[in-house]
């Protein structure tokens, strides 16, 4: 539904398909894994710590297509400022108008997807209806039978992010824990906390075709049920 920093939508056909009628993605970002094919028909959870984050999927969540087709059209240059945007309008269209960039801005870029985004979310906006968005970090997720997506902050990349605490042993410690499917993701280097192995090869780049890096990713499956 919007660009953020490391979102998995170019890749989310290369992940293992969901198990067990429950997806939950306590890291949830952008949550391009639940919305990636028929993944959105699950139930959803979605936690993350960033709190205008999970404001913005609630706002989606209650928004109509007229609501989304009644935000504003923009164009190069243009300050997110100058219209009257209530705080979750002004941060869904300031992710798309510097899609690139790892930080919330205000003036539209000569790269905005504002455009194509506006018509996806009113496409899409139906699949979310359903799911469950609250703020909390990985330890506050519910311990049920699930596919886990845990896609956290990189430990190399991961100081894009100005939420950044996770404490990666335990991070590790917990996703064992989980009972169901578990898919968890790393980038590049720092990525020993668990058995990771190449998932594939992404231009991370922007412009920069030439600029790619490799994905891993460690998928196991445990019993659903306590002994």
């Known amino acids: 539904m919007f660009y953020y920093y490391g979102r998995k939508k170019q890749i989310a056909k290369h992940y293992p398909a969901p198990k067990f009628g429950t997806i939950i993605e306590p890291f949830a970002g952008s949550a391009a894994y639940s919305l990636h094919g028929n993944n959105w028909e699950n139930e959803v959870t979605l936690l993350d710590i960033n ?37 979750e309008e002004r941060l869904l269209m300031s992710l798309h108008v510097r899609p690139s960039a790892v930080s919330v801005r205000n003036k539209v870029g000569r790269f905005s997807r504002w455009s194509a985004g506006k018509r996806y979310i009113c496409d899409n906006l ?3 209806k359903h799911w469950t968005v609250a703020v909390g ?42 009972r169901g499917l578990v898919i968890s993701c790393e980038g590049e280097g720092h990525n020993s906390y668990l058995p990771f192995k190449p998932l594939c090869t992404v231009n991370n780049g922007g412009m920069n075709l030439a600029k790619k890096s490799t994905e891993f990713v460690c998928v196991f499956e445990t019993e659903p049920s306590r002994s």
């Open 51 to 87: 709190e205008p984050i999970v404001g913005l999927w609630n706002y989606l969540k209650a928004a109509t297509v007229s609501d989304i087709q009644g935000l504003p059209d923009v164009k190069e240059g243009d300050l997110l400022s100058s219209f009257n945007l209530c705080q």
């Open 126 to 128: 139906h699949k979310i």
């Open 137 to 178: 970090d990985y330890m506050t997720a519910h311990d049920t039978v699930a596919t886990w997506f845990i896609d956290p902050p990189y430990r190399e990349a991961g100081v894009h992010y100005t939420s950044n605490t996770v404490a990666y042993d335990d991070l590790a410690k917990w996703a064992l824990s989980r």
